[in-house]
């Protein structure tokens, strides 16, 4: 150490020729270096002298327990010009230019770190006379252990330079290594490129184990870490008095220092040199490491804003940057690892909150938004605090809106909110902004009916506005939104309703309305409107929102047709158009298009109408109710519309499909806080009265036998088919294809009257002939049933003791009666022509031999008006000749000697049995007498036949019509005068 002293003198010396007082000294983190977590102490004079205190707070650079200024401390900055050595005023060499004309220091700014992340700078200031210059800007981040000096050199033109003659810049420091001012030189490029350039004192022991790498366990190193700009030119790390002596380390040596870096452990000392060969200007950084000399992970801390705010919440952005470029370039936003700490606002009025308090950046976030908002007006600046990892240059900040670095920040007096929302009471609020597709709701309402909905003071970015106040200007308006929404919020006129609203502190920006609203008419589409005086210019906001008011129900009437009853006016014929009104009850607004549930329409006797039966569609409302001017009804008497059988499903079809009424109800009592979205109707009174408008005829008769065309009388075979159909009019022309009126039956009112009577070429012939059943008494209304008039069924023509007849023309005609005019749709209303015809069934006597088969005729006849001829016509009846009985045998004719064949059951052939008809068998020789026959015709029998050789019973011929019993005697061998011989061989 007695050298150094020595030395030392000998530069206390040389101050005899500087002519400047003691410098200014100014401090850095003036309150840390006394631990691991508040960084490194700086002091530094305008000569740039420094001392660096940490942990303990003794001194790393020699003389530790001294700061500038002083003579002890070997280290400062010198520049070589022109062959001549400047520096620091204490410690001049000679040959030397001396001290530099000019040197100086600012004061640090800010004055002192409010917290961990803050930067502090100084600018020094050193020249030579007509020659270089340099501007050091000293920069210092807590906790950060290095010092960055930012580097200017000008070179004036003109000024003697050359590659032979250049001007260098040095930074030379004696270490001191915190206690140990012996250590080891260590030279390497890290992991940026970047040369670093140290000594540090080995964990243990003395041995420099390397001069490359810093060993693990080390954590005292003084070093230079190049930065930006230009690389070192020369470096060394050595003995310290190398650097002020004639070693090839020495700032005063002719040429460049040798790169040197010791490998003994020895009193050390470090320097860096940067040479330049022509005029100009240079710019270059490195940091003065005590520490690690590890770069930090990112270059700044980088705020961004708009600069300006109201009360209202206002976001920045928050990002870690691996450039010095503000803004900082996208690529080199930090999105590994993870960032933590807190943004800070000075002065301390107005008190600013901080929405996250702590943010977050790195790995998932590589930015983070924190939300500021002012307690009142005033001015900050943006800093941050607590950050877990110091950035190389501190906090910097952007403001948006001018494009330049600035970490000012204006809050206005601007009261909070940027818009208001209305909304549906008891519904939790959705910020639109933040999520676009959320809803806040409005529900449907009803027409006349009382209701409150909540509104929303917002802030600019959507999110409600608790403490937004205000005492009177504010005014809530609906507006019909359907016709022609008006271009902007602020311009629609015409409000539907209005009511003025206060907000308090206690409302926390969102409150009910005072008062109910009752909107009196309709609309499918009504807005809601805040408009807020208070703020400059007027601030006007429109729900996001629409909601339907529909009517309460729609009043089912008609004009013209309120007959309650079934008879008497008004009346219309079944088919012609009605109008029926669905009054909406309200003046206006009343837009939609009702359409009718059949089911739900009954008919006088209560019954549902048939779906086709009523026809008709509403137009669509023009405010007070709608019309349909075309409705039918195709049947008769009244008709009554139950409760909703007509309703209006699309006209709150802006709350449907989000669920803001109740999808297919017309219910008018709030359930979850919904109606239903459908308009229903009141049971209506019944309406009408509707007649037939016409009627058809069609019938037929149908004979027993279809063949000939006929029936005899009593023969309970006629049959008669009518069928009258009350109508309905549907087209152009009353046709019997029109639709029947199916209730035109027991229960209508005054039913139409039918009489039928029977002709015979124009001669009247009495319907009460027509029995079995008994034919319907006439006139009559007893057989309406379903709008159709009928008869279905078989008839007797009655027979007469005398005979009479035959009705060969015989049809059924009829008329009606309709007391409310109805007529046939044809003037021929009559069935068609049949044979109606008096019958008997004759047998004839029969003689012939005993030894041959006797035929014996049978034939059916009918009563021609003068007698009974034989009905050749007839080719339907049938007869069973078991019904034959025979009795009172003669002679020598014992019971069954004859017999009846054949057995079967024959069919008459125009009027006769076929082929030789009734035949007794011969009954032989010696078997001469005769035998009564005698047909059962009715439905009882008597006697005993012979169809065989025993003798049974005559079973019935069940053919009453053709009245008593034909009979006749056969005679076997008796013969009828006068006799015919014939010569006949056996």
Sequence with gaps: MSGRVVYL?????????????????????????????????????????????????TGQVYEPNTTPPSNLLDNGVYLRANGLVYGPSHFALTPSGGAYATSTITATSPANPSSSGVQQTATSALGI?????????????????????????TIPSGYPISGSNPVRYYHVFDTYLGGSDNGCGVSFVDGNGKRVIGTYPPASGTTCPSNTAIPTGVSIVESFRERSGLPFTKYCASVWSNFFNTSTCSVSQATQMSNQVITTYSDTGIGIEYDFTASGTYTFSYDFVVGSPTVPAYDHLEIQHDGSATLCPETIKVLACTSSTVPCPAANIVSTGTLTGSITTTPGTPTV???????????????????????????????????????????????TATSLQSCAMTFLGTPCVGGYECMETGVGYTNLTATPSGR???????????????????????????????????????FDDTASPAPSCSSRTGAIASQALTLATTDLGRKTLPTAVTVANASRQVVCRVTDTNVTPTLYSCSSDRFAVRPAQ?????????????????????????????????????????????????????????????????????????????FKYLDVGNIQFQADAVSDSGFTSVDQANGDCIVGSTSNTLSGGKYGCNIGSPASTRFGRWYPSHYSFAGSLTPSCAAGGFTYMDEDALGVLMTIKAHAFSGSAASAADPVTSRYTAGYGTLASLTLSGDNAGANVAVSRLSSPDFPIMPNTALWSSGQWVINNSYAFSKLV?????????????????????????????????????????????????????????????????????????????????????????????????????????????????GNGLVLSKPGQ???????????????????????????????????????????????????SPLIYLRENY
């Design 440 to 478: 806040n709701p409005l529900y449907t309402e009803i027409s006349g009916q009382p209701f409150r909905f909540d509104v929303v003071a917002l802030q600019a970015d959507g999110s409600q506005s608790t403490t937004y106040t205000a005492s009177s200007g504010v005014t809530v308006e609906l």
């Design 129 to 153: 006379n007509s020659g270089p210059q340099v501007s050091i800007v000293w920069k210092y981040t807590t906790p950060l252990d290095f010092l960055t000096a930012e580097v200017t050199v």
């Design 9 to 57: 003198v000998l530069g206390f010396l040389s101050l005899l020729w500087c002519s400047s007082a003691w410098a200014v000294t100014i401090e850095f983190n003036n309150t840390g270096g006394t631990s691991a977590s508040n960084g490194l102490r700086f002091f530094i004079d305008e000569d740039t002298q420094i001392q660096v205190r940490r942990l303990n707070g």
């Design 802 to 914: 005398s005979p009479d007849g035959p009705y060969d023309s015989f049809k059924l005609k009829a008329t009606i009666a309709d007391p409310d005019g109805g007529t046939f749709v044809s003037a021929t209303n009559e069935t068609n022509t049949t044979r109606i015809r008096s019958g008997q069934l004759r047998m004839f006597n029969a003689y012939g031999s005993e030894l041959l088969s006797l035929p014996v005729p049978l034939e059916a006849r009918y009563w021609n008006g003068t007698a009974y001829v034989t009905n050749t016509l007839d080719s339907c009846t049938t007869l069973n000749l078991s019904s034959i009985a025979m009795s009172n045998y003669t002679g020598n004719l014992a019971a069954c000697e004859t017999q009846i064949s054949p057995t079967t059951t024959q069919t008459l052939s125009a009027g006769k049995l076929p």
């Design 554 to 630: 729609l009043a089912v009437s008609t004009p013209t047709l309120n007959n309650t009853a079934q008879t008497g006016s008004p009346s219309a014929v079944a088919g012609t158009t009605f109008v029926l009104n669905a009054s909406a009850g309200v003046t206006t607004g009343y837009t939609g298009t009702p359409a009718i549930d059949v089911s739900k329409v009954v008919d006088h006797n209560g019954a549902t109408i048939a779906v086709t039966a009523l026809s008709g569609t509403f137009a669509a409302g023009t405010g007070a109710q709608a019309t349909g001017s075309s």
């Design 926 to 976: 010696g078997n001469s007498g005769s035998v009564q026959l005698s047909m059962n015709v009715g439905s009882t029998a008597s006697g005993s036949t012979c169809v065989s050789s025993t003798s049974s019973a005559a079973t019935a011929a069940n053919r009453p019509w053709f009245g008593s019993n034909p009979s006749a005697r056969a005679t076997f061998g008796v013969y009828k």
């Design 353 to 399: 909150t901080k929405t996250p308090a702590t943010f977050s950046v790195g790995s998932g976030n590589n930015t983070a938004n924190v939300v500021l908002q002012a307690s009142s007006a005033g001015s900050v600046v943006l800093g941050s605090s607590g950050l877990s990892t110091t950035p190389l240059n501190g906090t910097k900040c952007w403001n």
